[in-house]
């Protein structure tokens, strides 16, 4: 079992910048990819980037290349999210997810493992 526990969330204005973080029970085969996902109201949840623990490329959603960047704590087994230059549309709840499969995908059915998200909040 792999436990997730995120946080770091809060109200930013525009422009501004947080760094989410998401601390993992434990690095094992059932954890091999991590991935940041969000969820705005009333639409579904979409991939913002995601990585391998044992290597591998990082990969971000066209909508937050060269805002955001996900990095890594190997000792700590803690993945972070670091967003600057948020826009109102990146508003959302922000879940972080482990996957056991063989290569990292945007797909939120291909992850086993949730937390419990983080609310976000860009004001205008």
């Known amino acids: 079992q792999v436990q997730l526990v995120e946080a770091g969330g809060g109200l930013v204005q525009a422009g501004g910048s947080l760094r989410l973080s998401c601390a993992t029970s434990?690095?094992?085969?059932?954890?091999?990819?991590m991935g940041w996902f969000r969820q705005a109201p009333g639409k579904e949840r979409e991939f913002v980037g995601g990585?391998?623990?044992?290597?591998?490329?990082?990969r971000y959603a066209d909508s937050v290349k060269g805002r955001f960047t996900i990095s890594r704590d190997n000792a700590k087994n803690t993945a972070y999210l670091q967003m600057n230059s948020l826009k109102p549309e990146d508003t959302a709840v922000y879940f972080c997810?482990?996957?056991?499969?063989?290569?990292?995908?945007?797909?939120?059915?291909?992850?086993?493992?949730w937390g419990q998200g983080t609310q976000v909040t860009v004001s205008s």
């Open positions: 997810a482990a996957s056991s499969r063989a290569r990292l995908s945007d797909s939120p059915s291909e992850y086993d493992y």
């Open positions: 434990g690095r094992t085969l059932a954890s091999v990819f």
């Open positions: 990585f391998g623990w044992f290597g591998g490329n990082t």
